[in-house]
């Protein structure tokens, strides 16, 4: 018989006691034990899950999973970079955009499912400004959100709406360059969003013919728009046609530079950062093993 294969999952201890318990009993109980061993181990600040997935990886575990949504997933992904250590995907997050695009189910007994086939598959990252992203990174609109979610103490579908609705009506488009492959566009934009994976989360499909396995980002640029289409605009995401509205335009390249003179903020993956005023976004293809249905 061959050796059993190595699983550390990264759990977030603050998703509550009674949450992490049910985890840690559905693990133990569905996990192929025939297959592996695992351990759990717990964040204690911000980014520890780099650390931890590093170390893991350094340590020759066959795959790290990241328990939690896409900011979880982030971290993780960011530690096995460069390594033959695979992520796996538990999504007990919010939206959990790169989960659904991968298609792994959201119970956690269908998520360690996926685990026990031990499927890999290579997928593309992007970079943004040397910062790695699995999903999606963006400008505008959808990085004031992402601002927003993260300092609200709510969470879920109800709260994302709020503010979507909130700042809908107070939001300013720009006016913004964009380079994609040396081609230069200009537009006065709502939101720009740079997609290696299809969504936001909450089947709000961004970028739905997005491929993590093409070697190209979805650049697409929601325009200025009459605040009132906002419903339709939003209708179209979740049922797989954004990209043919006549407000969306939508690109694929390798390499993007985004500027304005005034931004500061951007997203990746769903968490805000301070940024220059000028965004270069690159893919390396093929650049993750993970573990996929």
């Known amino acids: 018989m061959s ?15 009674d949450r992490i318990k049910a985890v840690q009993d559905a693990i133990d109980k569905v996990i192929d034990k025939q297959l ?7 964040t204690k600040r911000p980014k520890h899950g780099i650390e931890l997935a590093k170390e893991a990886a350094g340590n020759g575990a066959f795959a790290v999973i990241a328990v939690g949504g896409d ?4 971290d993780v992904m960011t530690g096995l970079l460069g ?12 939206g959990n955009g790169m989960a659904r695009t991968i298609e792994i ?14 499927k890999v598959e290579k997928i593309d990252i992007g970079y943004a400004n040397g910062r790695p992203f699995i999903s999606n990174a963006g400008v505008g609109f959808d990085a004031l959100i992402s601002k927003k979610f993260t ?3 709510r969470r879920g579908l109800m709260a994302y709406s709020w503010l979507i609705t909130k700042y809908l009506w107070l939001y300013k488009e720009w006016d913004w360059h964009i380079t994609i492959d040396g081609e230069k566009i200009r537009s006065k934009a709502f939101l720009i969003n740079v997609a290696n994976g299809q969504q936001f989360g909450y089947n709000f499909k961004i970028a739905p ?3 993590y396995t093409d070697g190209l980002l979805d650049l697409i640029i929601i325009k200025k728009f009459p605040k009132i289409m906002g419903t339709p605009i939003v209708v ?14 939508c690109y694929r390249g390798k390499e993007i530079t985004i500027t304005h003179p005034d931004l500061k903020l951007m997203q990746t993956d769903g968490d805000a950062h301070s940024c220059t005023n000028r965004i270069e976004f690159k893919i390396a293809p093929a650049a993750l093993k993970v573990l996929v249905p």
């Open 3 to 17: 050796e059993k294969k190595h699983l550390v999952f990264i759990v977030n201890p603050h998703s509550g006691t």
């Open 36 to 42: 592996y061993t695992h351990e759990l181990v717990y």
């Open 71 to 74: 900011g979880s997933v982030n």
């Open 83 to 94: 390594t033959d250590t695979a992520l796996g995907i538990m999504p007990k997050g919010s």
């Open 105 to 118: 189910p959201l119970e956690i007994e269908g998520s360690i499912g996926v685990i026990n086939k031990g």
């Open 151 to 153: 300092e609200s103490k």
């Open 209 to 211: 013919d997005a491929s």
């Open 236 to 249: 179209r995401a979740m049922n797989g046609t954004l990209t043919k509205s006549p407000y969306v335009d």
